[in-house]
């Protein structure tokens, strides 16, 4: 009996004891949706964007370098990372007309993640489009729009501004 107990009973117990106490961590690899959103949302301002013609790329054009006007390249776009997928545009710094409200536009979005694909209002085209995700990052979000009839492609780059 004397044997059973220290061979068997005692590093149970003392297994039990060291073993229960820990807690096993396991990584939560962070999703696409929640590197769009945040934990409750994320704001986007576009940056940069580059034209591809017949494969053949043109160098990276600043927004507010390109000539489209300032009202309009500094828009932001808020993701939201509710159920109904909210999206907000609004107005950045340069409003188009002094009478515009901040909020101008409520959309949703949608993302896939088995191709990689985002579709959302994109300001400065002035409409919803389905965007192929080229890099995404907590920080950087680049998509690409390719339009076949023309063999051409819009690839866009939005920094991350805000945060909640």
Not at 22 to 48: A, F, I, N
Request: charged content about 20%.
């Amino acid at each position: 009996m004397r044997q059973f107990i220290r061979l068997l009973l005692i590093p149970g117990i003392v297994g039990w004891l060291l073993g229960g106490c820990s807690e096993k961590l396991e990584p939560k690899p962070t999703t696409y949706s929640q590197l769009l959103t945040g934990t409750d949302k994320k704001t986007w301002k576009m940056v940069s964007f580059q034209i591809f013609d017949d494969g053949t790329g043109s160098a990276v054009i600043p927004v507010n370098q390109s000539g489209i006007d300032p009202c309009i390249t500094d828009d932001l776009l808020t993701f939201y990372a509710n159920a109904e997928h909210k999206l907000e545009a609004s107005e950045g710094a340069t409003k188009c007309a002094a009478n515009a409200p901040d909020i101008y536009l409520t959309d949703s979005w949608d993302l896939v993640n088995a191709n990689a694909t985002l579709a959302f209002y994109i300001p400065v085209l002035d409409g919803k489009y389905l965007a192929t995700l080229k890099t995404l990052t907590a920080n950087v979000l680049t998509i690409e729009l390719y339009f076949q009839d023309i063999n051409a492609s819009y690839r866009f780059t939005f920094n991350s501004v805000t945060t909640k």
